[in-house]
């Protein structure tokens, strides 16, 4: 697909990120590792696409994700959050990036009707653009929580008892790219050359890389990504839980459909006004960049500290198994242009061909042997 062409505003924010990520290239040594220039794409302070001030949710932005779509999905997951404290003295909620705060607002709205509110609501987020947004939002539309609500800008140093929740979170963790060639493992760097910036196959310099890669078995000319960062994320995570569950929810797959051979080009996308193509290399801070995630590093690097694989299933079946369509039905007062906007809301949340079958959940657990009601409905740990 046509990749946007930036306002003239956004094309000199493009152009000042783009000589910082040349700088380090330059003090490297003429290239570096992609998960580096992924992270300064995403995050470089007050350039970053995560950092920087351009709207990235909603209708207006580059993306939809689901608490965007429909307050359903939050309504939803509260009635597992409900289910989760029922069993605990007290319960707090950490929610990694809040995006623009819609779920943070929805799923208090919910737990409030239900008599369930958190004894804390922790946010946190590393962008102090979007920080500002969820405060005004939530100021704006729901001020008797904002005593429970804490901002964060590192994980609390004191483990919590309750639900840990991410959504869309680590698709956007920076990932090595590697390719095989000559029947060797090579890592993908970036360089500029030519007024841009180019891939280029190196021997691999990233712990790890190459005995990983080595382990999948891939053919000549397979290209994908590999989820270092991604151990490390989860054991931070998994140290901040006491008690309780994490659930995540983000489009990936089991490693060996991840490394399937049929899917020799990865799973990179970049997304720019709700528009989606590969190249990573241009508009520089101002797209979106994910790759989806590898399951199987996720549970290996929970149990290694301490957690167990409480579930694992589709986005359709956890969200049906914990009553969307139910809570559906009880919007009776919807006028019929309200009615047809749920049903299409509906659809994107639970169709195969939209978010349904493509997102995952997983919950894992710490101190905790109760079911959880999510995943009812349908078991996918076989494929991880």
């Not at 950490?94 to 919910?110: N, T, W």
């Not at 890592?187 to 021997?203: G, M, T």
Request: with cysteine.
């Amino acid at each position: 697909m046509k990749c946007p062409n930036p306002e003239i505003h956004e094309k000199a924010h493009s152009e000042t990120l783009t000589a910082i990520i040349r700088q380090e290239i330059q003090r490297s040594g003429g290239g570096i590792p992609f998960a580096r220039f992924m992270e300064l794409a995403l995050y470089a302070p007050g350039f970053g696409y995560y950092t920087a001030g351009k709207h990235k949710f909603g209708a207006g932005g580059d993306f939809l994700t689901a608490p965007e779509i429909s307050p359903l999905f939050a309504k939803s997951i509260a009635r597992q959050c409900q289910h989760i404290a029922d069993q605990l003295s007290y319960y707090d909620i950490l929610e990694f990036g809040a995006g623009s705060g819609v779920f943070a607002k929805d799923i208090l709205l919910a737990l409030d009707e239900m008599g369930a509110l958190p004894e804390h609501y922790f946010i946190l987020e590393v962008s102090g653009d979007l920080r500002e947004r969820q405060k005004c939002l939530l100021q704006s539309t729901c001020p008797q929580f904002l005593s429970r609500i804490q901002w964060l800008d590192h994980l609390p140093e004191s483990p919590i008892q309750g639900v840990i929740f991410a959504n869309e979170v680590m698709d956007a963790l920076p990932v090595h790219m590697f390719e095989i060639k000559h029947d060797e493992v090579k890592e993908r760097f970036v360089i500029w050359q030519n007024d841009q910036f180019c891939f280029e196959s190196r021997e691999p310099v990233t712990p790890g890389l190459k005995t990983q890669c080595e382990a999948y078995h891939l053919p000549n000319g397979y290209q994908s990504e590999i989820h270092i960062f991604l151990s490390a994320w989860i054991h931070s995570v998994a140290d901040v839980l006491k008690k309780g569950v994490i659930l995540l929810f983000d489009y990936g797959y089991g490693r060996s459909e991840y490394y399937h051979p049929d899917r020799s080009m990865g799973t990179l996308m970049c997304y720019d006004q709700h528009r989606k193509h590969d190249n990573p290399l241009i508009n520089i801070g101002l797209q979106d960049i994910t790759a989806h995630v590898d399951f199987t590093t996720v549970i290996e690097s929970a149990d290694a500290s301490g957690c167990k694989l409480a579930g694992f299933t589709t986005q359709a079946a956890f969200l049906t198994a914990c009553g969307l369509l139910e809570i559906a039905e009880k919007h009776m007062h919807l006028s019929a242009k309200e009615k047809f906007q749920q049903g299409q809301a509906i659809k994107k949340l639970l169709f195969p061909s939209e978010m349904g079958e493509l997102i995952k959940v997983m919950a894992l657990s710490k101190a905790w042997d109760v079911p959880l009601m999510g995943f009812s409905l349908l078991d996918r740990r076989r494929d991880l």
